[in-house]
């Protein structure tokens, strides 16, 4: 059974950094998988942040909305990976969704949360004027 968790969310003040994790288990014998990360705030559809393909083949890819601000990147714990925000604005608050899928990434998959298949249950990010 596959399961995404994300952690590390919380409160910060704009101009700041988090660091987000994404826990992924039962995937771990495929020889790689897509990850992202989306965002969503309240009434509004899930906006696509970043992705990457797990064995690196397809590298990180960013929105317009975090390219630059953002680095998404292997964690040092088997099958985690990490989205480090920096700069933050008070638009970045979200609810922050960590997403998998048995498949290859495409960039405009970011645009399309429906590609993927697993979701975890998603982290508040709230950042402060």
């Known amino acids: 059974q596959v399961q995404v968790v994300e952690s590390g969310g919380g409160s910060v003040q704009a101009g700041g950094s988090l660091t987000l994790t994404c826990a992924v288990s039962?995937?771990?014998?495929?020889?790689?998988?897509?990850l992202a990360w989306f965002r969503q705030v309240p009434e509004e559809g899930r906006e696509g942040v970043a992705t990457?393909?797990?064995?690196?083949?397809?590298?990180?890819t960013y929105s317009d909305s975090v390219k630059g601000r953002a680095a998404l990147s292997k964690g040092s714990a088997a099958d985690t990976w990490l989205l480090r925000l920096n700069s933050l604005k008070t638009e970045d608050s979200a609810t922050y969704y960590c997403?998998?899928?048995?498949?290859?990434?495409?960039?405009?998959?970011?645009?399309?949360?429906?590609?993927?298949?697993?979701w975890g249950p998603g982290i508040q990010v709230t950042v402060s004027a």
């Open positions: 039962g995937l771990s014998h495929r020889p790689y998988y897509c």
């Open positions: 997403a998998a899928t048995t498949s290859s990434c495409y960039t405009y998959w970011l645009k399309d949360p429906s590609r993927f298949q697993y």
């Open positions: 990457v393909l797990t064995d690196l083949s397809f590298p990180p």
